[in-house]
């Protein structure tokens, strides 16, 4: 069955810069599409970004446009999320989702059960 | 910028019709998929297309369409399906866009 493990740094200071990593698996990770959503406490969810199935392209909300960059290895069946200067209103749980492409458009199918992400001093 | 309307919450007695609205300008022009979320788990596909059910989901699990309005139908709810519920769609004039609407938490009485 798929399955999307995040992991990564839980503190951040403000200013610093973090790595998330998302392990995948039950399903041909070269043939998608992936993507990074976050949900700040007591917020709703909001999309960062989407990367192509081979990389080649990534797209990215215009919230965190500029200090996140989103990267992928086939090989290993991950996608990483690197986000610099960062602020305590980016403190969030951040997930990872699989996404289906639909035109320019789509959906997320699959869901990992998120990271938290702490930034404070 | 695009925005996907919810009502914050809706409550419902186990066993009625649970029913949540999401609004939006483009929701003609782009499909709405909905998503159901319970806290330290991951969300869950319940709707896409507008109208069609993953495997897996419930059949009381049901959408509809009208104009810029999409609605997520929960018959016979039961305790197990209190959660948020989040519409999402796309701002048609932005290839790529992702809109998730702000999420409508759903409580049986």
């Known amino acids: 069955q798929v399955q999307l493990v995040e992991s990564g740094e839980g503190l951040v200071k403000p200013g610093g810069s973090l790595r998330l990593s998302c392990a995948a698996s039950?399903?041909?990770?070269?043939?998608?599409?992936m993507a990074w959503i976050r949900q700040a406490p007591g917020k709703g969810l909001e999309w960062l970004s989407s990367?192509?199935?081979?990389?080649?392209?990534?797209y990215v909300a215009d919230s965190v446009k500029g200090r996140l960059a989103v990267s992928r290895d086939n090989a290993k069946n991950s996608v990483f999320l690197e986000m610099i200067n960062l602020r305590p209103d980016d403190s969030a749980v951040y997930f990872c989702a699989r996404r289906i492409v639909l035109g320019t458009y789509g959906y997320f199918d699959y869901w990992g059960q998120g990271t938290l992400v702490t930034v404070s001093s | 910028s695009y925005e996907l309307t919810q009502p914050p919450s809706v409550s419902v007695s186990p066993g009625q019709t649970a029913r949540i609205t999401c609004s939006g300008a483009?929701?003609?022009?782009?499909?709405a998929y909905w998503y159901q979320h319970k806290a330290g788990q991951a969300p869950i596909l319940v709707i896409y297309k507008d109208i069609e059910r993953p495997s897996g989901v419930p059949e009381r699990f049901s959408a509809s369409s009208s104009g810029t309005t999409v609605t997520l139908t929960i018959s016979g709810v039961q305790a197990e399906d209190e959660a948020d519920y989040y519409c999402?769609?796309?701002?048609?004039?932005?290839?790529?866009?992702?809109?998730f609407g702000g999420g409508t938490r759903l409580t049986v009485l």
């Open positions: 999402q769609s796309a701002d048609t004039s932005r290839s790529y866009s992702v809109v």
């Open positions: 483009a929701l003609p022009k782009s499909y």
């Open positions: 990367i192509t199935n081979s990389g080649d392209a990534m």
């Open positions: 039950g399903f041909t990770f070269g043939d998608h599409y």
